[in-house]
């Protein structure tokens, strides 16, 4: 039964296709001509740019603190090498509020990844007066949005023990 059923619906089926297999295509009119005259992606970098990031610190305690912040900087590029001056606020999950300014300077694989190194002077209000080294990858998402991936060393000048930071976010420019 299950067999006679599944050829009848077998037949049914080539029946209904065979029709439109053997009907005769239809005319399409020509392609227009692709257009020569567009202007390619850029990798304009430089300027102003905002951003927000989020991540953790790790104290020399091993506590491990979420943070989130804002950022804001000017870049300039000069060939394939890229300079950037900007400022870092955070504030942690358990009270700590840090704001720093630095400068970065890194090299633009191509179009997409640029890697960063940088070094920076901040204050905590936990620990006081630090100083940051770092270092940052930086993927481009558009032609206005980047995203990055920082890691900062900070040392402390008070005489507290160092701690680290971890942050991911995301970048307009302007």
């Not at 206005?144 to 680290?164: C, H, K, V, W």
């Amino acid at each position: 039964m299950f067999r006679l059923t599944l050829l009848s619906l077998f037949s049914v089926s080539l029946a209904m296709a065979l029709p439109v297999a053997a009907a005769p295509m239809p005319v399409l009119p020509p392609l227009p001509p692709l257009p020569t005259d567009f202007t390619p992606v850029s990798d304009n970098r430089e300027g102003f740019y905002s951003g927000i990031v989020a991540g953790s610190i790790l104290d020399p305690d091993d506590i491990i603190e979420g943070t989130f912040g804002l950022l804001a900087g000017h870049s300039t590029s000069l060939g394939s090498l890229r300079l950037n001056i900007e400022t870092l606020a955070t504030a942690g999950l358990r009270g700590r509020f840090t704001i720093e300014a630095g400068g970065y300077a890194g090299f633009a694989f191509n179009d997409t990844i640029s890697a960063f190194g940088g070094l920076s002077l901040g204050h905590d209000t936990t620990t006081g007066l630090y100083a940051t080294t770092g270092a940052a990858i930086e993927l481009a998402a558009g032609e206005a949005t980047a995203m990055r991936i920082d890691y900062r060393y900070n040392f402390d000048l008070s005489g507290e023990p160092n701690s680290q930071r971890l942050l991911t976010g995301i970048l307009w420019r302007y």
